[in-house]
Nanobody
Framework: QVHVMESGGGLVQPGGSLRLSCAAS????????MAWYRQVPGKQRDMVAR??????????DSVRGRFTISKDGAENTIDTMYLQMNNLKPEDTAVYYC?????????WGQGTQVTVSS
């Protein structure tokens, strides 16, 4: 069993920066990868970025070059995942969710609101 919890959302002006964190607990040794998703009302939840235990990353085209995903933890583990978001745009406004994948199980956090507005 894995538990993941996000923190770090808030209100920021266009062009600003925010850093999200996602802390994993429980059987973290079983985590294969972790990812950030985001969702706006009425739309599907979309992947923003993903990182595996080896540090390999993937990004959505809409955030590549502006967002950076990273992790803390011993080699080949993930204890905490981060999302550094720079040059934020109004269209980045969403609830951001942390996802953890361990074996065949997927775990989700409660989400954290990010609002980009002047």
């Amino acid at each position: 069993q894995v538990h993941v919890m996000e923190s770090g959302g808030g209100l920021v002006q266009p062009g600003g920066s925010l850093r999200l964190s996602c802390a994993a607990s429980g059987s973290t040794i079983s985590i294969i990868y972790m990812a950030w998703y985001r969702q706006v009302p009425g739309k599907q939840r979309d992947m923003v970025a993903r990182i595996d235990t080896g540090g390999r990353t993937n990004y959505a085209d809409s955030v590549r070059g502006r967002f950076t995903i990273s992790k803390d933890g011993a080699e080949n583990t993930i204890d905490t995942m981060y999302l550094q978001m720079n040059n934020l745009k109004p269209e980045d406004t969403a609830v951001y969710y942390c996802q953890g994948r361990a074996g065949s199980q997927t775990y989700w956090g409660q989400g954290t609101q990010v609002t980009v507005s002047s």
